[in-house]
């Protein structure tokens, strides 16, 4: 079986990242979760969305050595669907029974796959992901990104895709 996975958070889904990350996940060979299509709702203190394709989700990604988390930079920040994902992440540090299920997490590890209009990714998003992987205790593999700024031009990126690809097939 393959050993990574891609999770996908943009507001359209043939757009910049989302070509980005058809590039990369088909020389992988392998898939991509768009969280757009799961119904995962905001963190709830309370834990009322405990029944939504949170859980189902991190079950699916237990099953992966590592995690592709792909985004584009939404206000110097990751979209709103990436970030609901990761806030969801709090129910398994809040939730007893969850806590062996967060615990898991730990030997992942975790890769950025990012585009924007700028010539390089501000670092301020870059910490914002890995601050997050450290706090779960999950390795922060590296990062790609494109810039976009005048549109998606894939023979910009050919030089770091095949980097990344490689850094990816080198810690399985
Ligand atoms: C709501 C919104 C906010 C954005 N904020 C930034 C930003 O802070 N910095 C940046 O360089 N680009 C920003 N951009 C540009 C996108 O990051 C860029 O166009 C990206 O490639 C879009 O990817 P997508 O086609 O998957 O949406 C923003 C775009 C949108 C729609």
Redesign the pocket.
């Known amino acids: 079986m393959n050993e990574t996975i891609a999770i996908f958070a ?3 889904r043939d ?4 070509k980005l990350i058809d590039w990369i996940a088909s020389e992988l060979d392998i898939d991509i979760i768009d969280l757009g299509k799961k119904n995962i709702s905001a963190f709830d203190y309370d834990h009322r969305n405990i029944n939504d394709d949170f859980l189902p989700l991190l079950d699916e990604l237990l099953k992966y050595k590592n995690i592709l988390f792909v985004t ?5 920040a990751a979209s709103a669907q990436m970030k609901v994902f990761i806030d969801r992440t709090s129910d398994l540090l809040d939730v007893e029974e969850l806590k062996s299920i967060g615990r898991r997490l730990r030997n992942k590890t975790a890769y950025v796959v990012c ?4 010539p390089e990714v501000d670092s301020s998003f870059l910490t914002s992901f890995k601050d997050m992987f450290e706090y779960l205790g999950i390795d922060y593999g590296g990062h790609i990104h494109a810039d ?1 700024e005048n549109g998606y031009d894939p023979h910009k990126y050919t030089d770091d895709v095949k980097k990344f690809i490689q850094s990816v097939k080198c810690s399985l």
């Open positions: 943009s507001a359209r757009g910049n990242t989302g584009p930079v939404y206000w110097y585009t924007s209009i700028s976009c």
